[in-house]
C-alpha cells in the first residue's frame, strides 16, 4: 500500500515540487507492488525531490540488522537500481527490543536527488 503526495510551492513559484511516497509493506507482500510503487513515484517526480518513507518490513545490515530477508533483498536492489539514499540512521532504531527481538529500523526514509531547502 503507498500513497504519493506532490508538496508545490506557493511563495516561490520556481522552486521545485516535492514528491513523497509513503509505503506501507506487509512482510509477505510481492516485491512487484512495491516495486512498481517506486518507479511510477520516480517517473512522476521527474527531476524534483523525492522522499519515500514508510514500514518495508524488510531487513538488512544496511539499516542495522544482523541479517537480510527477502524484502530485504528486494528493497536493497530497488535502492541500487533507482539511485536512491538511505536517510535513515540505523543506530536510532524505529523499533525498540523486547524480550525476544533486537531494535530494529522496519521504518526508513530514503530520498532521490538532493533536496535544498532554502
Known amino acids: 500500500m503507498s500513497i504519493l503526495l ?3 510551492p506557493q511563495a516561490h513559484k520556481k522552486a521545485p ?3 513523497v511516497l509513503n509505503v506501507y509493506c506487509r512482510p509477505k507482500s510481492s516485491s512487484l507492488i512495491l516495486q512498481q510503487a517506486i518507479e511510477q513515484a520516480t517517473l512522476k ?3 524534483n525531490p ?3 518513507t514508510g514500514d518495508f518490513s524488510a531487513a538488512h545490515p544496511l539499516w542495522g540488522y544482523a541479517y537480510i530477508n ?3 533483498t528486494r528493497l536493497h536492489s530497488l535502492v541500487e537500481n533507482q539511485d536512491l539514499t538511505i536517510v535513515t540512521d540505523h543506530s536510532r532504531p524505529t523499533r525498540i527490543r523486547t524480550s525476544v527481538t533486537r531494535d ?3 521504518d526508513l526514509t ?3 536527488t538532493f533536496l535544498k531547502f532554502n
Do not use: D, H, Q, W
Open 17 to 19: 515540487s516535492l514528491y
Open 50 to 52: 523525492l522522499v519515500i
Open 70 to 72: 527477502p524484502g530485504g
Open 110 to 112: 530514503l530520498r532521490k
Open 104 to 106: 530494529t529500523a522496519p
Open 45 to 47: 517526480a521527474a527531476n
Open 6 to 8: 506532490e508538496i508545490t
